[in-house]
């Protein structure tokens, strides 16, 4: 079993962090989407359990050591973790987001306050575009161009980094005279390359990642290889762990035969899988897009070919991260939203095991503190999925790494980069 040590920190000053990780019983931290038919991602929240017996956070009291202070909320809050005698250099930051609520639980003799966090999407959903003209152009850079707007000024920090965009490979057309606010019209970018915009958090560790990455994900962006396979055997292999639940759903929940998406011009374009409406019946999508006629129609001939049969997926797994080898422990901490994991699940009854590989879409990680002097912590990780033929790529994953040659629109790539497409022929493809 691996040791697994937590630790909360709070800027209370709005500068230097404090570590209060000695008076930490639980936290809990959601992020991604549980379905990958809701289109957007929500914003990532925290609650964690503070014991305030000491009455050193009571909120707005007088001799509160950090409740006395009136500038809280906001505040910013990082959660990390740590395997002991794992080999990772840096901590993984679970999430960090910034203080939105505290709530003060009395009781006879005890007292306890909850503390939420929000992540950077609750700052971000107040920020708004005001009459800008927005150019023809791929959908990351108009994305930084509005992160970088004096009414956005969403933080663009290196250390820790605070963003990861993707140039994209669709383009939006021109626009004018553009009045929105921030956070929808990026997410209408992002539906129009059919990428993901999220906060991130965990991932690799590093000197800069502390979580809290905004993050937008190119259309078949490259998964990160997680090396995990989740299975029902007890006696596993490294790389191996066992699962505590495995929910899989089989059927119509993302199914799409038939498109009607609207351009940026808005003009109306439609498409239709006929075979798969012999079968299931009409099933249609309805967007509107930011793109030019010829993109758009590519986007719902390649959406339709993705979703027009039924498809299995992960819709819940959840492992004991502590229960876990120290490798493989330290591996499930890096989890996020694009990890992939392999599954191998022998049925009831059956010799032949259902295997695949399949795209974390969203965290869920339940921690309870075993000892608040050590900070060792019993760590439970949730994760739902897409399905296999989500069109992202993973390099040498037999599933995953076969790219779709059925269709094969003029977009079809593995990131950003495509050669001889200035400026997508120039690596990097992520826009700090």
């Known amino acids: 079993m691996a040791a697994i040590t937590v630790t909360v920190e709070v800027a209370f000053d709005g500068s230097t962090f404090t570590d209060i990780s000695?008076?930490?019983?639980?936290?809990?931290?959601?992020?991604?989407?549980?379905?990958?038919?809701?289109?957007?991602?929500?914003?990532?929240?925290?609650?964690?359990?503070?014991?305030?017996?000491?009455?050193?956070?009571?909120?707005?009291?007088?001799?509160?050591?950090?409740g006395s202070s009136s500038q809280l909320i906001g505040r910013e809050v990082r959660i990390s973790a740590s395997v002991t005698g794992g080999s990772d250099s840096h901590?993984?930051?679970?999430?960090?987001?910034?203080?939105?609520?505290?709530?003060?639980?009395?009781?006879?003799?005890?007292?306890?306050?909850?503390?939420?966090?929000?992540?950077?999407f609750d700052r971000l959903a107040q920020?708004?575009?005001?009459?800008?003209?927005?150019?023809?152009?791929?959908?990351?850079?108009?994305?930084?161009?509005?992160?970088?707007?004096?009414?956005?000024?969403?933080?663009?920090?290196?250390?820790?980094?605070?963003?990861?965009?993707?140039?994209?490979?669709?383009?939006?057309?021109?626009?004018?005279?553009?009045?929105?606010?921030?956070l929808d019209y990026i997410q209408k970018l992002a539906r129009t390359e059919n990428g993901r915009f999220l906060v991130?958090?965990?991932g690799t560790p590093s000197a800069t990642n502390k979580g809290g990455i905004l993050t937008y994900l190119s259309q078949n962006?490259?998964?990160?290889?997680?090396?995990?396979?989740?299975?029902?055997?007890?006696?596993?292999?490294?790389?191996?762990?066992?699962?505590?639940?495995?929910?899989?759903?089989?059927?119509?929940?993302?199914?799409?035969?038939?498109?009607?998406f609207k351009d940026g011009t808005g003009t109306v374009h439609t498409g239709v899988s006929a075979d798969s409406i012999t079968k299931y019946g009409q099933r249609i999508l309805k967007r509107t897009l930011l793109s030019d006629a010829s993109a758009t129609q590519e986007a719902g001939q390649y959406w339709i070919y993705l979703h027009d049969e039924p498809a299995l997926r992960m819709s819940k797994v959840a492992v004991d991260l502590h229960a876990a080898t120290t490798a493989d422990a330290e591996k499930l901490l890096h989890l996020n939203v694009l990890s992939s994991l392999d599954l191998s699940y022998l049925p009831s009854?059956?010799?032949?095991s259902i295997s695949g590989a399949y795209l974390i879409e969203g965290v869920t990680l339940d921690i309870s503190v075993l000892d608040m002097a050590s900070n060792e912590a019993k760590i439970v990780g949730t994760y739902s999925t897409s399905a296999f033929r989500a069109g992202y790529f993973t390099l040498n994953d037999v599933v995953l790494g076969a790219l779709p040659?059925?269709?094969?629109?003029?977009?079809?790539?593995?990131?950003?980069?495509?050669?001889?497409?200035?400026?997508?022929?120039?690596?990097?493809?992520?826009?700090?």
């Open 22 to 66: 000695n008076k930490i019983t639980k936290v809990k931290i959601n992020y991604g989407r549980k379905k990958p038919n809701e289109w957007d991602f929500p914003s990532g929240k925290s609650t964690i359990l503070y014991d305030n017996r000491d009455n050193s956070l009571t909120p707005s009291h007088s001799d509160s050591l950090y």
């Open 200 to 202: 991130q958090h965990a």
């Open 91 to 120: 901590p993984t930051y679970l999430f960090r987001g910034f203080l939105s609520d505290l709530d003060y639980q009395a009781g006879f003799g005890t007292s306890t306050v909850k503390i939420s966090v929000v992540d950077g």
């Open 349 to 352: 009854g059956s010799s032949v």
């Open 221 to 260: 962006a490259a998964a990160t290889s997680s090396g995990l396979t989740v299975s029902d055997d007890v006696t596993l292999p490294a790389g191996s762990v066992e699962a505590k639940v495995i929910d899989l759903e089989w059927g119509s929940e993302n199914l799409t035969n038939a498109y009607e």
């Open 127 to 182: 920020t708004s575009i005001q009459d800008q003209n927005m150019p023809e152009q791929y959908t990351g850079l108009l994305i930084k161009d509005i992160l970088d707007l004096s009414t956005v000024n969403y933080p663009s920090g290196t250390n820790p980094l605070d963003r990861d965009i993707d140039l994209g490979v669709t383009k939006a057309v021109a626009a004018t005279g553009v009045t929105s606010n921030a």
């Open 405 to 432: 040659v059925v269709l094969a629109p003029s977009w079809v790539d593995t990131s950003s980069f495509r050669l001889g497409d200035s400026p997508r022929d120039i690596l990097p493809v992520s826009l700090g």
